[in-house]
């Protein structure tokens, strides 16, 4: 049976000691957030992830949700208990605004509460999860009486959300909506067309549903730019604002899918249903993106969530289990085999996920933290450069965290050897679950277009430029530390390669397009080794400088040192192999005709 | 839906002008095989691939097998049938002994069929691959009695065959066997003991199923050297050879597994069976050697045939799929959008497959090649460097063959979206069922061990040796072809990466055994990218050599020169990363204690 351990811990040393926490206690949201009630909150959210949402969540992957002939869904055996736990605790607006009923904390304590959550149970966690994206869309684009009707119902977990984009014929290229909205009389609309892939689309944890859904007002103009968002509720709010008459939407089927089981992934038919416009006519994709980008740091967030929970398994699992003798010689004679964790191999496994995860985790922090200083600062130019990072860095961590959280399940897998590959062991679980993250909210192709082709030379190149300022500065700052030169050089490498890769698509992606397409994933992976080891200095530096300080965590520095050493020694020569398929260029990648295949 | 076609022309071209097929007439089984005799038994056994075992393959996935309270198991709807097609076709004795009622053909073409079996169906396919494997273990180490007892009745596929390793306490590390072997007066033994994880262990496709099980003789010595290997048929041959009375073998339970969910997985109970010794008391496991190392290059062919079938569909998905328009222009202006195979990701994804299989099939029959020879060629230096290559490149073909097997099955499963997480895209059916093939047979970390710690010492390096003797005489012949000069000089390089990890190994691996241990799966898979950059090589100069001879199949050959300019493009660079990490050594890996995992 597997377990999860929260690391609150982790997360409290690289808030405080790695990403200096408290210069952010000038924001009005981190003021009332010490780093000690930041403690208690996440050990009480924690202690709910391990005890309530883990416990259920192998025998939800068993059990899956149930579409009932009536087009009821229904989801596995305790989940609407742990759902009312969550929503009672607070847990859905933690972040969100006190007018709404929400708790006003930094944003970025969502963002490490759903690490744990995803963990724990990333199927479950997605209901939650879609609701504070829905939460996002109708605060920033809503109308004031939308916001007065719908944002106490979702904050409070009564009502949850859905985002309708995909249909059958269009999953990327949004611009082939045909899902249609007709005015009528009284200012809504009815909205026609079938959705699919609509996750948390129909279930029984709340009283209402609250879809966010795409579609195009008769005789709006093709494409893209004739697309608008419309809120459509299960139940219509009647005059006290509580759920009331049924609306003309109904779940027509649940896919039989891969993995998150438990999570409802749903047809959504819409026959004349009941919606109100969100936003400005024609505008709905932008508004749409709000809640995208917002997800899609979520699901980055998901991909080292799955890679931690694995890794706690996988290295109980190698402490635990007997099987043949150390290389170098026997290390547990009493026993009639040692652990598996004293061979090297086993270890490679092990190293490569935890260098990772605590980087990784660093990485998203960081840039959460960022995205609330980019709402809440007061300065113009720190909002700013603050948007920048965070639009620089969410393809990033979207393609990255979730690709490589998938190796990590698969590699942890490997480390149970057959039993892995058993059910029981949840591993298998944890590597259907993950392998999601890398398609939704735009595959990892897509975002690696994404960062390449508009956020790379957005402004000019400024926010690209700013993050190379970052690495630069603090080569410098730390140039003469000689406890920092192993982890200075592996990322200063890494950091030119980006830079070369960077110089090559400025001189050979103008002149054949193809070679920014063909370039575009390994710029992506490429540019998130050298994010990662920016982190991994960082936190060596924390580490260096906390070790004998008395705290009694001496060892947690030490192991922090040698993984941060694994990262530049075996993970951070991976970008040289990126910068040479990128040179590469398009020409063997295209030259086939389609019939060639 | 997913299909499937049998690549028999790949084949041939291989066979016939990459590899020189015509070089082995003069070995007695291949005297029989002429080229157009092989290419009608591949064609009719694809056809059986593709029409009978291929449309099982979904279906199965969704039923399972099922054990019943009785103990018996049956297999998916149509298994029995497909079953009886393959015996009677002759397929499953393809290559064995005519003595014994098989056909007496090259293995090599055992090896080609199974590709497309376990293309068309893996969880089927291994039934009578389990039980070529137990022919092998009995042809070789069996008396003669056990021959003409079992040997036809395997062949006819009448019975089938298994492998008996596994038990809860020892997987990796068999010197932890308990199952028990008490003499009996008869000359049998009374067996006694729980085996797990045994596939095709019971199942209702064969009249009998013939267990091979390593058990320990009382009072023979612990470890692997008190291991001897026993025949115990379920049911007990009677006078006549035929079925008789029922052993006391049964099956306790199948795993719910995370796929192969059509080949039944179980525990088998093992009450005082009877079963007879097969070769000499404590030689056990050098005879299931026998079989292991049939089943590893039969393992590795299993990622080969699933990165083949995934491509396949990937493909054919990506030509048909509308989405989005061509970075470098619309391509299709009369459809509402291109075909997603416009985009360069895309590209990317199935240009990496197919780069991959063309030359993992090249190695692959190779390697098969040269273990015919290995058997059947008179001279005895000619057998001798056979064998050297066939030992040396088992654990790479079954390493890297599956590992890459799997990447591509999840890399296809990307090209189709969120459509390739549904089942009935047979996509989430691919990447589960891949998975396995790294862990049985030896996980690819005991691969890696094995290349690195026993194959490569073996002899003072012969057979390493050997194999750049092999890159070298090609580079040397083919240095003046301006056509071959962008292969050559890929191949160049990884085999110099190659030669420098050796050499660190030779100095850094005496010193300190874990630096072989943390260096052997990188080891392993630089090892691939030059073998399978050898194999481009020689395409590359078949290719070339063919094109213009006026056969009507250029844009193959043209298509073959672009795929291997890929490989060596954005394939081969990874062998500098490798290269990177099996210089780091094993101390980062290594420092940590096993509590800071």
């Known amino acids: 049976m597997p ?17 200096g926490y408290e210069r952010y206690g000038n924001l009005p949201a981190f003021a009332e957030a010490a780093p000690d009630l930041i403690e208690a909150i996440l050990t009480e959210g924690g202690k709910l992830c391990e005890e309530v949402l883990q416990p259920l969540n192998l025998p939800g992957d068993a059990a899956g949700c149930t579409r009932h002939d009536d087009g009821r869904v229904t989801t596995p055996d305790g989940f609407r208990d742990a759902y009312e736990a969550i929503a009672e605790g607070g847990w859905i607006g933690l972040a969100a605004d006190p007018e709404y009923g929400g708790q006003g904390l930094p944003h970025t304590l969502t963002v490490i509460m759903n690490e744990y959550m995803c963990s724990a149970n990333l199927a479950f966690a997605m209901y939650p999860g879609l609701s504070q994206g829905a939460y996002a869309a109708l605060l920033l684009h809503g109308s004031d009486a939308q916001k007065r009707t719908y944002l106490p119902k979702i904050v409070s977990g009564a009502w949850s959300g859905t ?5 059958p ?7 082939l909506i045909r899902t249609k909205a007709v005015p009528r009389d009284d200012g809504s609309y009815a909205i026609t067309g079938s959705k699919i892939f609509i996750s948390a689309g129909e279930h029984d944890l709340t009283e209402n549903i609250v879809h966010l859904v795409l579609a195009r007002i008769d005789g709006a103009p093709a494409g893209t730019d004739g697309l608008s968002l419309f809120v459509v509720p299960k139940f219509l709010p009647d005059d006290d604002g509580n759920a009331g008459a049924r609306n003309g939407v109904s779940c027509g089927a649940i896919e039989e899918k891969m993995g998150i089981h438990a999570n409802s992934t749903c047809t959504m038919n819409y026959d004349g249903a009941t919606g109100w416009l969100v936003g400005t006519e024609n505008k709905g994709l932008s508004a749409m993106f709000t809640m995208m980008n917002h997800a899609r740091l979520g699901v980055g967030v998901q991909g080292l969530a799955i890679s931690e929970a694995a890794y706690q398994n996988a290295a ?6 007997l099987q043949g003798r150390s290389i170098s010689g026997t290390k547990a004679p009493d026993k009639p085999a040692d652990p598996i964790i004293v061979h090297p191999d086993i270890r490679r496994m092990l190293m490569t996920i935890r260098a990772f995860n605590e980087a990784a985790r660093a990485l998203v922090i960081w840039t959460s933290l960022k995205g609330d200083v980019s709402v809440l600062a ?3 130019d720190e909002r700013e450069r603050a948007e920048d990072h965070l639009a620089l860095l969410t393809p990033v961590i979207k393609g990255v965290l979730t690709d490589t959280g998938f190796a990590n399940a698969v590699l942890a897998q490997q480390v149970f050897g057959g039993h892995g590959y058993i059910a029981e062991s949840g591993m298998d679980q944890f590597v259907r679950d993950a392998r999601i993250a890398m398609i939704y909210e ?26 190379f300022r970052e690495i ?3 080569l410098k700052e730390n140039g003469d530390n000689e406890t920092l030169s192993p982890y200075l050089s592996g990322l200063k490498a890494g950091r030119d390669d980006l830079e070369k890769a960077t110089m090559w698509l400025m001189q050979n992606a103008m002149a054949d397009r193809d070679n920014a397409g063909a370039a575009a994933t390994d710029f992506m992976h490429l540019f998130g080794l050298v994010a990662l080891g920016l982190m991994w200095a960082k936190i060596a530096k924390a580490a260096a400088a906390k070790s004998g300080s008395g705290d009694g965590r001496d060892e947690v520095y030490a192991a922090k040192l040698v993984t941060g050493r694994f990262f530049m020694e075996r993970m951070m020569p991976e970008t040289a192999a990126h910068l040479a398929r990128i040179s590469a260029g398009a020409s063997s990648m295209m030259a086939l005709p389609a019939e060639a295949f």
């Open 3 to 19: 377990s999860y351990k929260a690391p609150v811990d982790e997360t409290m040393f690289l808030l405080t000691d790695v990403l």
């Open 169 to 175: 014929q269009c999953g990327t290229d949004l611009g």
């Open 472 to 474: 630069d500065v603090f």
């Open 163 to 167: 985002m309708n984009l995909t249909e």
């Open 442 to 467: 735009g595959a990892n192709g897509i975002q690696a277009l994404d960062l390449v082709g508009r956020k790379l030379p957005a402004n000019g190149g400024r926010a690209l430029r700013a993050f």
């Open 378 to 380: 007061e300065d113009e």
């Open 316 to 321: 109980d699992y190698a402490r635990e289990r």
